[in-house]
């Protein structure tokens, strides 16, 4: 007899079972293309925050309007991807940090290590002795220290690290026996007007890379 083609069919459940990796494949495409793009947009933001980085950020001008900064308070800001305090000392601060049991207390008292410009080596370590200006990064392993105001005897103000416990007085010199090894860094700063704090460039006459400090 004549042979018959017998017709062709699928196996039973074949389709069935390819269409859910189908849809477990282009899930996982759809998630990666997702996370590539995301990632493509936070970069330049991640970016944005390193002080190192290359475009405006190195060159960055911050100006501080200093008429509503009343005597004890602190404004924080940011230059370079770095923490900046300003702070507005009082007078009784500003004596705190002139006397001999204090400078005993602490590890570079006057400024030898090369943590400012040339023209905040001095007891304040800033333009003028009411305003302090210091990169609020510690100088241990990078915390950020809390403001603690408070000026008497037994705590005469200043910062604490929360990481290691470094402290750092008013004017950002550490501590002995801290486990940060230099005084906060000073940024170049100048007063444009005695309420106008420009942070990021000199006085006319002073040059102070900032790049070339102790560490940060």
């Not at 023209?119 to 950020?144: D, F, K, Q």
């Not at 000026?151 to 604490?160: H, M, R």
Request: aromatic fraction near 8%; include cysteine.
């Amino acid at each position: 007899m004549p042979s018959q083609d017998l017709p062709m069919h699928d196996e039973p459940g074949t389709n069935a079972a390819a269409e859910p990796v189908r849809r477990d494949f282009l899930t996982l495409l759809t998630v990666a293309t997702a996370a590539v793009g995301a990632c493509a947009f936070a970069w330049p933001f991640i970016d944005s925050l390193d002080g190192t980085g290359s475009g405006d950020a190195a060159d960055a001008v911050v100006d501080i309007d200093l008429t509503h900064l009343a005597p004890g308070q602190q404004v924080e800001t940011v230059w370079r991807g770095h923490p900046v305090f300003v702070v507005h000392r009082t007078q009784d601060a500003l004596q705190a940090l002139q006397t001999s049991e204090l400078q005993r207390r602490l590890r570079d008292p006057v400024s030898a290590e090369h943590q400012q410009p040339d023209y905040a080596v001095n007891w304040h370590r800033s333009i003028v002795p009411e305003y302090g200006v210091m990169v609020g990064v510690c100088t241990h392993l990078g915390c950020i220290p809390r403001f603690r105001p408070t000026v008497d005897l037994a705590a005469p103000g200043g910062y604490a690290c929360p990481c290691h416990g470094s402290r750092f007085d008013l004017a950002g010199r550490v501590f002995a026996g801290a486990p940060a090894p230099y005084n906060l860094p000073v940024p170049p700063h100048t007063l444009v007007t005695p309420t106008h704090l420009r942070i990021g460039v000199n006085p006319d006459g002073d040059h102070f890379d900032f790049d070339t400090i102790k560490q940060i």
